[in-house]
Structure formats: C-alpha cells, structure tokens
C-alpha cells in the first residue's frame, strides 16, 4: 500500500481560496436540486458535504486521491459471490457498527444488535432441535441453548433462528467451497420458545487479510483478528429481526474487535467440560466440549 502523504506539507489556506472551495461545495450540492426522492437528495447531498468537508480538513493531495481510487478499485476486483470486501472495509472503519446503532436503539430490555459480517449465506441447512449443525467443520462440541421471548416476557413460539460460525482454523464453509455448508443451519424454537443445538466452541481469527483491507490493517498498525463469536440472526412475525453475535468471556482480545463488534450484554459464560461429561442429550463426546446459555429477546416491529 503506497504512502502518498508521506511529503505533504500543510499550506495556509487563505479567505480567497475557502470561498472557491466553498463555492463548489455549494454548486454539488444544488446540482441535487430536481431529485424527487427526499431522502435520496437528503442522502447525496449530506455526503456531498460531509466529503468535501474532509477533503478540504486533511487537505487531501492529488497522489492521495490517485492511491484512494486505486484502493477502491482493488477492493471490487477481490469481491465476488463469497467475498465482500467492502462490508470488510465498512466493518474495519466502524461503519458497520455505528449503522447497527443508529437503527436498533435500545428497548426495554430487547438483546442488543451487531455486525452481520461477510459470511452469512442464504440456503442454510435446516435442524431441528438438538441437532449438531457442524455437519464435520472441525472444532470442540459446545451445546448452546436458550430462549427466545418478547419484551414482555412471553416466549416466541416458531421463531427462526439462524446460525453461523468458523471451525477452529478460524475460516467459514464458504471460504472453503462456495457450495459447502458446515458450522451454519437454521431452527425454529419450540411451543415454549427454547432452542437448543449442538454447534462449536468459538475461537478467535483473521478477516481476510490478502486484500486491500488487510494491508490498510497493517500499515496502520491494526490487528486483523476478530474476537470468538458465534453469529445470529433471529426472526419472529411482529418483531424486529435481530442480527447479533455472542462472545465467550475471557477472550484477551475482546476490546480489540477489528471490526468493533463486542457490547458488553452480548459477552457470554462458555462453560468448559472435562472428557467424559455427561452432555445435555445424551450423546457420547470423546473429549472436552463446553457450554452456553443465550437468552434472546426481541423488540416489537413498532418500538
């Protein structure tokens, strides 16, 4: 990744020229004038203003510029169907974080949102209750229960649960084959609104970090790793969809979330089980596994 900055000098920008600068600003933005949607022409010329603003704040040099494009161009080479390397930039920068907040505002007591990352796909596999949805992935067995309720209290009877996750080499199916799938599934909760399955015991990993972004990551100083998580996406009629992750407690690089996606609430108590202990269902586990509760609740589509 060029340096492009490394020679800028800053320069005393005179009266004279923040008025010719400014008077461009305004000339973009009035070009927006005769748009007919209200919020796209709210959308465009906010960013119009808010990029001419950082343009103009940094003093951005034409090499500067030239080395931004080029990024960018770069980044939609390496995209395709499985990789996404915008959502990686927009998540490395926060972006995606701070849309996540902007649009699920804390209710009542509704578990929070988080990123959706890269990795999510369409055709998962359906289980029911109980199941393993590893289907091979390599990792230790956690069993991960729960139950899915409104604010009130009352359970969410048929509510869908998506899943997803990376094997213990830190990578998802996807990154293996387009066509696999492994570590991801969807079920529904029961008349009672719990859930239950077998999937695998998180552990920390790199984004991808041959492209664009990883090296942005590395010439900043900027670590590529993602805390352990365990990703969901939880769907009921009348509620708001929510898209979350939880994080195993006691992670050392919890705070260092490259993609800034830990919230305290969504830290959860993984409880590790020695070789031999007798599981929840039953089923014969020739070594160590652990265990998790998760508690979901979802805000009603008005709130």
Not at 32 to 54: I, N, Q, W, Y
Not at 126 to 152: M, Q, R, Y
Request: aromatic residues 8%; contains cysteine.
């Amino acid at each position: 990744m060029m340096h492009p900055h490394a020679d800028h000098v800053p320069r005393e920008v005179t009266s004279e020229q923040q008025a010719v600068e400014q008077r461009l600003v305004e000339r973009v933005v009035a070009s927006f004038d005769a748009c007919g949607d209200p919020r796209l022409k709210e959308v465009m010329t906010s960013l119009v203003r808010h990029l001419h603003s950082f343009i103009r704040e940094v003093q951005l040099t034409e090499p500067e510029w030239d080395a931004a494009i080029e990024f960018l161009t770069r980044a939609g080479h390496i995209t395709d169907d499985v990789r996404q390397e915008f959502i990686l930039l927009s998540d490395t920068l926060g972006a995606s974080m701070q849309t996540i907040n902007v649009n699920n505002q804390a209710y009542g007591d509704a578990t929070d949102a988080t990123v959706f990352g890269p990795f999510f796909v369409e055709d998962s596999p359906a289980i029911e209750n109980g199941d393993d949805l590893a289907f091979g992935a390599s990792g230790e067995p956690c069993w991960v229960e729960g139950t899915v309720t409104d604010t009130e209290g009352n359970p969410l009877a048929g509510a869908r649960i998506e899943v997803w996750e990376a094997d213990e080499d830190g990578r998802y199916d996807v990154q293996y084959d387009a066509g696999k799938r492994a570590a991801r599934a969807h079920l529904f909760t029961d008349v009672n609104g719990a859930y239950r399955f077998w999937g695998l015991t998180p552990t920390p990993y790199p984004i991808p970090d041959d492209g664009p972004v990883g090296e942005m990551l590395a010439v900043v100083g900027r670590s590529p790793l993602r805390a352990a998580h365990l990703h969901f996406m939880v769907s009921a009629d009348h509620h708001r969809k929510l898209v979350t992750h939880i994080f195993p407690e006691g992670d050392s690089i919890l705070w260092d979330d490259t993609v800034f996606g830990v919230k305290e609430s969504l830290i959860k108590r993984f409880e590790s089980q020695p070789a031999g202990t007798p599981t929840p269902d039953g089923r014969e586990i020739e070594g160590t596994w652990s265990r998790v509760r998760f508690d979901i609740v979802l805000a009603s589509a008005a709130a």
